[in-house]
């Protein structure tokens, strides 16, 4: 026999007792059985227990149910049960519904393009019943008795005729209980109940005409009755919203798109408000959102986004929407004509209810009908009158209270009656050192240099403080400075879990949505370190009863919590950092003082302690340095 060309002899017999070992190399192919088939399935269609409930409920929806109950327990660890009033299924379809790609949705290839239900691709359920304990009980309106399966990991347990309501009751159990490495890498339960609130909120957003409960272990978070798009906004994220919200709608040959935009003085810091829904099925787009955040580029800030919820109706022979399991991808034919369409309708709405400029060619520009003419006797020439006691660079008022000084006393510079005075340079007198002294000099001269200069601190433009020092001087920034301080100081509260506390003179009552209140009851503790004391106050409300004590008494507790919540999920979607790394950040940029605020002498003074007493003065919590230097030598090439 002729060995070939390119092969050597030890490969050569390798292959060969191979193919004598197994005779016939399609031996080695295999069909999976359908419960491993299925648990593979699974890991692609069912993630964590937000998916289970996307799918149970997208085939209630499907069933033309307008009533939809959830029931949750152990973050949907333990159970998982929707509950409709659809059309039912007989004992064969309730049957057939856990076989892998059976369905009811489409029955040949072009139906893909044609789809109009939430479900077409008959993996879900099979998909579920292979990675848990399932129930199923089902009844059509039309039979006295209905059917009841109870599946685990695949395998049929049993099937009998049972007693039923009309509608469909299916309840998952135990998820991935014969998969222990995925259960493990589940999240505790509140990361899980948000993702479980999350997926809720989107199905209930898409189909305001059916009334949906949400019960989490015997406690009803939802309750939304049947209603317009608007009432359902209101009723997931609060009675706030009702003043917004804006309109969207816009027809076209191409796409109908309707919904509501948030105004932009609502718009948040995080992401999470933000829905689109195609033909009503939620799906996650990029270059849809740049066209909605492209609409708001003139009135609102690249770091901010607004809330929208805008639905497209579409041709479904113009999508694609079987690219993904999770079905929230799709492909467009014309995404450009798309995207134009909804930038020019978000920005005309915004325009219509004049939150965006806009020009109006037709009304009239001319000013003779402003002026209305009076007698020449009744013409007065305004009187003017001033003080010469004016002095504006001196205040007799404090009307404001900086935080981290609010024990120091400052003292008020009294009015000068002598003009020429405004010029001279004012020399404070310093109650220590400043470090530009020179050590080395003789006792005499060090005095006479501390006599003549002092310590020379001033602030520029109500943002920068500058402070004079031996090379030259330096230049701070008085809000990097002060985060970095907040930030160090939050750190150690939360670390020895004593953070000073003030307690309020009247509680103040927050409300969150579904998603926030679960994330607030993860983190009450680490809040609760930080200084804040708070309690739950009924649904989805947190009651204020005190503050951090370092905070100032003028400051808004409901603004203060509300903006730690949105500033630690910013911080979470954009930082790897832990939790407590992100409350102290988020804290610590909302309290601080603010570029354009002003401040005294001893003010600044104090400042500069404090941030040199910090661990890293030089580094703002965004990694730009807070402090500037400039040398002399800097200075005289300027003017050479």
Request: proline share 4%.
């Amino acid at each position: 026999m002729k060995i070939q060309t390119g092969y050597s002899v030890n490969i050569y017999l390798q292959l060969t007792l191979r193919c004598h070992k197994h005779k016939n190399l399609s031996d080695i192919i295999q069909l999976l059985p359908d419960s491993v088939a299925n648990q593979i399935a699974a890991g692609e269609v069912v993630q964590r227990p937000a998916s289970a409930l996307k799918e149970l409920i997208e085939n209630a929806i499907d069933s033309g149910a307008d009533k939809i109950q959830v029931l949750i327990k152990d973050a949907g660890k333990s159970l998982i049960q929707v509950i409709d009033n659809g059309c039912g299924m007989s004992m064969t379809d309730a049957r057939m519904c856990f076989e892998r790609h059976a369905t009811s949705k489409i029955r040949k290839a072009e139906d893909l393009f044609a789809i109009r239900t939430m479900g077409f691709r008959g993996e879900a359920m099979a998909s579920i019943a292979a990675i848990a304990q399932v129930e199923l009980k089902t009844r059509r309106h039309e039979d006295e008795l209905g059917t009841c399966i109870r599946i685990e990991g695949s395998e049929i347990i049993s099937q009998e005729p049972a007693s039923a309501m009309p509608g469909t009751s299916i309840s998952v159990k135990n998820l991935f209980y014969n998969t222990p490495a995925r259960r493990n890498f589940l999240k505790g339960n509140a990361v899980e109940m948000r993702h479980l609130n999350d997926e809720f909120q989107r199905v209930a957003l898409a189909n305001p005409e059916i009334f949906f409960t949400l019960h989490q272990d015997g406690n009803e978070v939802f309750h939304l009755p049947k209603g317009s798009l608007k009432q359902r906004i209101i009723h997931l994220f609060g009675s706030a919203y009702n003043q917004k919200l804006v309109p969207v709608e816009e027809e076209t040959s191409i796409i109908s798109l309707r919904g509501y935009i948030g105004k932009p003085e609502f718009a948040k810091k995080t992401r999470g408000e933000q829905f689109f829904f195609v033909n009503n099925r939620f799906i996650r787009d990029p270059y849809l959102n740049h066209a909605v955040l492209n609409a708001y580029e003139e009135v609102l800030s690249a770091d901010s986004f607004p809330l929208y919820v805008l639905f497209i109706e579409i041709d479904p022979a113009k999508i694609d929407i079987n690219v993904h399991p999770t079905k929230t991808e799709i492909k467009y034919q014309d995404e450009k004509a798309i995207y134009a369409i909804i930038r020019s309708a978000v920005k005309r709405s915004l325009g219509r209810y004049n939150i965006s400029p806009t020009l109006d060619f037709n009304q009239e520009t001319g000013f003779s009908q402003m002026i209305s003419p009076k007698a020449h006797e009744d013409i007065v020439p305004p009187a003017i009158s001033f003080n010469p006691d004016f002095n504006p660079f001196t205040s007799t008022k404090k009307d404001r209270e900086i935080p981290f000084l609010r024990n120091t006393e400052t003292e008020s510079g009294n009015i000068t009656k002598n003009w020429g005075s405004l010029y001279e340079i004012v020399q404070p007198e310093s109650k220590q050192q400043h470090f530009d002294l020179d050590l080395n000099a003789p006792g005499e001269h060090a005095n006479q240099v501390l006599k003549g200069i002092g310590k020379q601190i001033y602030q520029l433009h109500n943002r920068f403080i500058i402070s004079q020092i031996k090379s030259g001087f330096m230049l701070i920034d008085q809000q990097a400075a002060h985060e970095r301080i907040l930030f160090e100081r939050y750190q150690q509260h939360l670390e020895s879990r004593q953070g000073a506390s003030q307690q309020s003179l009247f509680p103040q009552t927050v409300s969150f949505n579904a998603s926030d209140f679960e994330l607030v009851k993860e983190l009450f503790s680490d809040i609760q370190s930080l200084g804040f004391q708070i309690r739950e106050f009924g649904k989805n409300t947190v009651i204020i009863e005190g503050i951090p004590a370092d905070l100032s008494s003028n400051i808004s507790e409901v603004e203060i919590l509300e903006h730690l919540i949105e500033g630690f999920k910013n911080n979470q979607s954009s930082l790897k950092i832990s939790k407590r790394e992100s409350l102290a950040r988020a804290l610590a940029r909302n309290t601080s003082i603010k570029a354009g605020q002003q401040l005294s002498v001893d003010e600044m003074n104090h400042l500069i302690d404090e941030l040199f007493a910090c661990e890293m003065p030089n580094i703002s919590l965004s990694g730009k340095p807070v402090i500037s230097t400039f040398t002399l030598e800097e200075l005289l090439q300027r003017f050479e």
